[in-house]
């Protein structure tokens, strides 16, 4: 039996499976390294954050993006931001060279057993371990709205649904929200030819501000710190102290999950944005049918904040909405593992200040934390503060049951199973 499994193999998943190997725990580690960066955002994106806040996380801070891309030839500059494909092959460097061999085979569900936990492979092996730690991502989150649920994927997808954006060359296509995914998706869409709208609840776009120079007086860095979640003290805090933030009072971080860093986009997708897409504003989607008839498609009848109805006809909708972490959605959880979590006020699973949640062993990492641990929970950086905490978090927990079983310590100052080279 594993010490610990780390089902997921994106930025967290990965940062946590380098500590764990980095303490010497008994580790394995099942999911498609990058899978989401790879295979659910088209070509063409790139990083919204900057960077030096868009490393992963191994013990030694060895495997860093700025190192890769040196080795590519190309200099990680603040304030340029990286494309998402050399990210993603950052990634996949990353779990070459700074964590133990990833069975990239996909987990179907996590069972409680005596002792631990059984997960069950796609191809039905099994495999056991004492304590389990999901960083299963943002996919399984996908959050699409009420009115559209109804209509078939021919009409209405996400935007994570698309690992490139060919098939809406030529056609008219109409994009939902008013933040970064939805503006950059909008951008790509333009510049390939689609016939593109987006259509916000918002009165208005917000974009991000240019970044200020990296070296700059004192007193201006004092006034705005830089963060990993941009400038400001505000920032600063949910970027560098989140263990901070989850000493907060529960209604107070559920509020800040909530509304910090809301929709905006990022700077340099602005002047590709105004010039090229139809935007409408102000508007919220009230119902929708699928037309019929030869051409098809989607009839959407909007109501603005006044009560104005509107209506616009389209080919395809993509919804840019986000996701939502909630509990339900954790469906590779075995009944007895999901109806047993406590949850918080968003309905996310509540976890203590190692990232377990309710269910001993049970540890929880990436966006379904944040209304734990704050806003950085949804970015690259938060898997630094996460892998650190939560492997802290496992060794408590297995030098707990050690303790009360008579057995050994795991990991008791070894470190193995990671590579040196690649």
Request: proline content about 7%; overall charge positive.
């Amino acid at each position: 039996m594993y010490d610990l499994l780390v089902v997921g193999a994106g930025p967290y998943g990965l940062s946590i499976a380098s500590h764990a190997a980095g303490a010497g725990l008994r580790l394995r580690v099942l999911g498609r390294p990058m899978a989401s960066w790879r295979d659910h955002m088209p070509r063409g994106m790139y990083l919204k954050s900057e960077p030096w806040a868009s490393n992963l996380s191994d013990p030694d801070n060895r495997w860093r993006l700025d190192t890769y891309c040196a080795g590519q030839g190309v200099k990680a500059r603040h304030g340029q931001p990286i494309p998402l494909e050399m990210f993603a092959a950052y990634g996949q460097w990353f779990a070459r060279n700074a964590v133990p061999e990833v069975d990239e085979r996909t987990v179907t569900r996590v069972t409680p057993v005596p002792g631990g936990f059984e997960a069950v492979a796609e191809d039905g092996e099994t495999v056991r371990a004492r304590t389990v730690a999901l960083a299963v991502g943002v996919l399984p989150f996908v959050e699409i709205p009420a009115t559209l649920r109804a209509l078939g994927p021919d009409l209405v997808s996400h935007s994570s649904h698309h690992g490139d954006l060919d098939r809406f060359r030529g056609r008219d296509v109409t994009v939902i929200g008013g933040g970064q995914a939805a503006l950059e998706t909008a951008a790509l869409l333009a510049e390939q030819g689609t016939r593109v709208r987006v259509l916000a609840r918002a009165e208005q776009l917000h974009w991000n501000d240019v970044p200020p120079p990296w070296e700059r007086p004192w007193w201006r860095s004092a006034r705005a710190p830089h963060s990993g979640l941009g400038c400001g003290w505000r920032n600063w805090f949910y970027a560098e102290r989140p263990g901070l933030f989850h000493r907060l009072p529960e209604p107070t971080r559920a509020r800040i999950a909530t509304t910090a860093l809301g929709p905006a986009g990022a700077w340099w997708v602005r002047d590709r944005v105004e010039p090229a897409v139809e935007v409408l504003l102000g508007q919220e989607v009230a119902k929708a049918r699928e037309l019929t008839g030869a051409g098809g498609g989607v009839r959407l009848d909007t109501v603005t904040r006044s009560g104005e109805r509107r209506s616009l006809e389209t080919e395809h909708v993509i919804a840019a909405t986000g996701f939502r972490a909630t509990c339900d959605r954790l469906s590779l959880l075995d009944p007895r593992l999901g109806t047993g979590l406590g949850a918080s006020a968003d309905g996310s699973p509540a976890v203590g200040r190692h990232f377990e949640s309710s269910y001993p062993g049970l540890f929880l990492a990436g966006l379904v934390t944040a209304s734990g641990f704050g806003p950085s929970m949804r970015f690259v950086h938060g898997a630094t503060f996460t892998a650190e905490t939560l492997v802290r978090g496992v060794r408590r927990r297995l030098r707990a049951e050690a303790r009360a079983g008579g057995g050994t310590v795991p990991g008791q100052g070894r470190r193995e199973g990671v590579r040196s080279a690649g």
